[in-house]
């Protein structure tokens, strides 16, 4: 009786003589089912995080182990920042925004050949997650462009410095010493592409 779980003997005994005791059984819950969100999904919030200060401080004296970015590539976190660029695209120009999802991916593919092309070791999810990361010193200088709007001068200056940040970051995780002669080939690729970026959200 006490392997029944208190049920009634005779309730089970009948069920069982008629190949009803199926009925009886009860499935054991599955570990797996009560996975989080975040984790069925592959995202990992601490290494998205860790990737965004990689980007924004690319400089290797503060200590960054910068090439996390290139090596282990995920999705979800340049998909973000394109998209957040593409939000703050928004203001006054609705219609950029699938132009800037359609560079990212087209863009990327252009360098990922072209990277090939000159005998680079480098997957197209590695440039793409890498270029999009380095969308981030546009979206930084984006607010202070529209402060400094009226001072031409200063607004290019705060334009060319986010273009070359972005460029930085990005050619110095993908132009590795396996290019030796011909780094300037990929870098300047890669300069153009940030600086059509740029273009798409000042509308110039």
Known sequence: MG??????????????????????EVEED??????PLLEELDI???????????VLMPMPSLGYNRQVVRDNPDFWGPLAVVLLFSMISIYGQFRVVSWIITI???????VFLLARVLGGEVS???????IGYSLLPLIVIAPLLLVI???????????????FWAAYSAA??????????KKPLLIYPIFL????????????
């Open 3 to 24: 392997s029944d779980g208190g049920k009634d003997p005779y309730a089970t005994t009948f069920l069982r003589q008629r190949g009803y005791g199926w009925l009886l």
């Open 30 to 35: 599955d570990g797996e089912e009560s996975k």
């Open 44 to 54: 990992d919030l601490k290494d998205i995080y860790y990737k965004i200060r990689c």
């Open 104 to 110: 990212w991916i087209f863009g990327a593919l252009t």
């Open 124 to 130: 197209y999810g590695q440039v793409l997650g890498v």
């Open 149 to 163: 709007r009226s001072f031409e001068v200063v607004s290019t200056l705060f334009k060319l410095f986010g273009v």
């Open 172 to 181: 110095s995780l993908l132009v590795g010493d396996e290019f030796k002669t």
């Open 193 to 204: 592409l940030y600086i059509y970026f740029l273009s798409l959200y000042t509308g110039v």
